[in-house]
């Protein structure tokens, strides 16, 4: 893998991310193009993403830091007073708990289905073609039905637990991790930009520790793919990614979703018909 490959995955990465359009689906139709993905190990390019993705978590880290920071300090000084007696007035350890609650369902989803996420078939142009149209098509229902009231402070535990398992969808590739829950979110009521906030505050610690736990592992790949070239993928996919999250909350605040899901529907049928020749 050259530099200038690592840059354009890396910015691929970045914009992807927050996009409700799938990272793992453009990654791995740039990494087919350019003739990047080793058919023998399927597991080396799943890694790849897993830790590129370390950037994109950090400028969630970045750009929330004060909210993180808040709901950190607020689940350590209060998480056991609200377990005890639940109150709105201890919505920064509230936080703390959805967030917890919310990564449970992709923590144990993702262990138990690990090997088949890696496999050759989460590669397949079919899947990823199939899971970008289903999406769009779901995530158009909730614009449709969705009433849009509920804020981030209206949220329930039952609202945290929902979003968590939509997160764990995003194990399919080309369904897209904010996809899944901005399109949870939207079900549950939740307006837009509050949507794309709370999917943003639970990726941290899933896209952390799968980033993690891929990078011990791909140490043994180092060497094909170049720690120069990881790294360069990283750095970049963050500093776009800032940006990335502050285009999409300022968008959603006064546009649908409807670009995405049009947009969603155009690259899985392109790629269906790819997958036919």
Do not use: C
Not at 5 to 25: D, H, R
Not at 52 to 72: H, R, S
Not at 91 to 106: E, H, Q, S
Request: charged letters at 15%; proline letters at 3%.
């Amino acid at each position: 893998m050259s530099l200038f490959y690592s840059i354009l995955l890396g910015i691929i990465q970045g914009i992807t991310e927050f996009l409700p359009i799938s990272s793992t689906a453009h990654l791995t139709i740039a990494g087919s193009l350019l003739g990047l993905i080793n058919p023998d190990r399927p597991d080396e390019w799943t890694a790849f993403i897993a830790v590129i993705q370390i950037g994109t978590m950090a400028a969630v880290v970045v750009y929330f830091f004060k909210d993180l920071v808040e709901i950190l300090e607020g689940f350590f000084v209060d998480g056991m007073k609200y377990i005890q007696s639940p109150s709105k007035g201890l919505g920064r350890a509230r936080m703390g708990w959805y967030i917890i609650l919310g990564t449970l369902p992709v923590a144990v989803i993702g262990l138990a289905f690990r090997k088949i996420i890696e496999g050759t078939l989460t590669k397949s142009l079919t899947v990823i073609g199939t899971s970008l149209i289903a999406l769009a098509l779901i995530l158009w229902l909730a614009e449709r039905v969705g009433s849009r009231k509920k804020e981030m402070a209206d949220l329930t535990w039952l609202d945290s637990l929902i979003v968590g398992f939509a997160q764990s969808l995003a194990l399919i590739p080309g369904s897209s991790r904010s996809g899944t829950t901005i399109t949870a979110g939207l079900f549950l009521g939740i307006n837009r930009a509050d949507a794309a906030r709370f999917s943003f505050l639970l990726s941290v610690p899933a896209v952390f520790a799968s980033g993690m736990l891929e990078l011990y592992e791909m140490r043994h790949f180092f060497h094909d793919l170049g720690v120069a070239n990881v790294v360069v993928a990283t750095i970049v996919s963050g500093v776009v990614g800032y940006a990335s999250i502050a285009f999409l909350l300022r968008y959603l605040k006064t546009h649908t979703t409807y670009l995405f899901i049009f947009y969603r529907i155009a690259v899985g049928a392109a790629l269906l018909l790819m997958s036919m020749k």
